[in-house]
């Protein structure tokens, strides 16, 4: 008698990659609106908004904290001193 392999539901599978998508989706637009909203001395950090945005959705949370890390985060010392400034009316 053949050992045969545990079926697994395709259906899952799909929602599981549609979910996925769309978190990542999710993600590249608040990182791109982000990346337009930064004041002009705090542009991003060595590409485009737009490449942010490309590469969101291939990295997912990875790209997402990376990009939080090197804008927002006090190891960028542009946005310390960013924080402090009182806003502008």
Not at 32 to 43: I, K, N, S, V, W
Not at 53 to 71: N, S
């Amino acid at each position: 008698m053949p050992l045969s392999e545990p079926e697994f539901p395709i259906g899952l599978i799909v929602l599981a990659i549609i979910v996925t998508a769309i978190v990542h989706f999710f993600f590249a637009a608040a990182v791109y609106r982000d990346a337009h909203l930064l004041p002009t001395p705090r542009r991003p950090i060595s590409v485009w908004p737009a490449i942010w945005f490309l590469a969101t959705p291939l990295g997912g949370l990875f790209v997402a904290v990376a990009y939080w890390f090197m804008h927002h985060s006090t190891l960028n010392p542009e946005a310390i001193a960013g924080s402090s400034e009182e806003p502008s009316e």
